[in-house]
């Protein structure tokens, strides 16, 4: 089956650091470009970060400079590492395959939440 | 940033009305844009790309249309499963930007 599964998630203090994985089942991450999407809670959707097949990497506003968007071809998995944490980081963090794309996937989702 | 405004935030229309929901670009993006649905404690699900061509297996009742500047989702008989909110998306170019979303009801 298709599918990707986000886990990572989790409860961290404001200015720390957690990074987030995403890994793709039946095909292969580092074939298509893929991409980090966010909703804090209650709110709309927030485009975070993609990554080509290219390894070309590209930043929300919000976010550029503090995370950090990889991958690991072996074990089909895109990473968000996020730093500096701040408590409008909390969020619903979506890993999504080919965004505007008739190719389109996304996972269910895992929980960020910033606070002390 | 190109910014992507989006009206209304929210509307309410019977079973069967045609609805339509838009956004407006603060730059030309071509027809780099994308519509999404989005239920309640549900991922996204894109129904139209490319503006105005329809994703697979995705309703007849939802058309996208324009270019440049403005673009519009249109459904064209609401009905109760469309219950969701909708939102457009442009990857023109980067940072890729959201519009902030419509909420639809149904009376």
């Known amino acids: 089956e298709v599918q990707l599964e986000e886990s990572g998630g989790g409860l961290v203090q404001p200015g720390g650091s957690l990074r987030l994985s995403c890994v793709g089942s039946?095909?292969?991450?580092?074939?298509?470009?893929m991409s980090w999407v966010r909703q804090a809670p209650g709110k709309g959707l927030e485009w975070v970060s993609v990554?080509?097949?290219?390894?070309?990497?590209y930043y929300g506003d919000s976010v550029k400079g503090r995370f950090t968007i990889s991958r690991d071809n072996s074990n089909n998995t895109v990473y968000l590492q996020m730093s500096f944490l701040r408590a409008e980081d909390t969020a619903v963090y979506y890993c999504?395959?080919?965004?505007?794309?008739?190719?389109?996937?996304w996972g269910q989702g895992t929980l960020l939440t910033v606070s002390s | 940033a190109i910014q992507m405004t989006q009206s209304p935030s929210s509307l309410s229309a019977s079973v069967g009305d045609r609805v339509s929901i838009t956004c407006r670009a603060s730059?030309?993006?071509?027809?780099?844009l994308g519509w999404y649905q989005q239920k309640p404690g549900k991922a996204p699900k894109l129904l139209i790309y490319?503006?105005?061509t329809l994703q697979s297996g995705v309703s007849s009742r939802f058309n996208g249309s324009g270019s440049g500047t403005d673009f519009a989702l249109t459904i064209s008989s609401l009905q109760p499963e469309d219950v969701a909110a909708y939102y457009c998306?442009?990857?023109?170019?980067?940072?890729?930007?959201f519009g902030q979303g419509t909420k639809v009801e149904v009376k």
């Open positions: 999504a395959r080919k965004l505007n794309n008739y190719d389109d996937l």
């Open positions: 039946g095909f292969t991450v580092n074939s298509n470009y």
């Open positions: 990554i080509y097949s290219s390894g070309s990497t």
């Open positions: 730059q030309g993006i071509g027809n780099d």
């Open positions: 490319a503006a105005s």
């Open positions: 998306l442009q990857d023109y170019n980067y940072p890729w930007t």
